[in-house]
Structures are given as structure tokens and as C-alpha cells.
């Protein structure tokens, strides 16, 4: 099976696929602050945390303690905005207006 096959588009995203809009949000956590390697992390954990995963099942998926996991949640939560799980899915989900791009207009 091609990667085009298991690509899976966002609803409400114009059409890009989930990887193009973890990308993007991997990017939004970056602006927001702190080192790479915990950035790229949180990253993985948001992906996680919006397939379902529980704590210990990232955990297990990452090769960290579940205290590694509350960390980066909770780290995500403070650079969202979030108080729960669902608002920090919702965030990864919601498309950002990045400065210097005006919303609908054609990338050349």
C-alpha cells in the first residue's frame, strides 16, 4: 500500500491530509517556544493524544515514563491554551493564520 493510500484528510482543512496538519502544528509548537527535540517530541505526544492514546500508551509508544508523558501534556496544554485533552485536539485540528499570508489566497 502507497503512502497516498493511508493518507487521511482533516475535516475543515482544505483538503490536506492529517501528516501535512501535524506538520503544521509541529511548526505552531516551535513559534511558541522551547528546544527542538522537546518541540518535536510534544508533537508526537499531540499526534498521540488525538488517535486516542492514553498516558501509559504513549508512554509505551515513546519509550518514556508516564511522567515524561503528564510533562509534555501538560506543556502542550500551557502552549494551546488547553485545560483538557479535546481543546488541544481541537487546537492541532483548527488551521492558524500564519503572518504574512493572507487567508485564502493562492500560493504561488
Known sequence: M????TEVTVPD???RSLRA????????LAALGGDV???AREADVLRLIAAGKSN?????A???SEATVKTHVNRIFAKTGSRERAQA????????????????A???
Open 2 to 5: 502507497g503512502a497516498a493510500a
Open 106 to 108: 493562492r500560493r504561488p
Open 56 to 60: 501509559r500508551e504513549i508512554a509505551r
Open 37 to 39: 527535540q522537546a518541540r
Open 62 to 64: 515513546l519509550y518514556v
Open 89 to 104: 485536539i481541537r487546537y492541532a485540528y483548527t488551521p492558524r493564520v500564519r503572518p504574512g499570508i493572507t487567508p485564502g
Open 13 to 15: 482543512s482544505g483538503g
Open 21 to 28: 496538519r501535524l506538520r503544521e502544528i509541529a511548526a505552531s
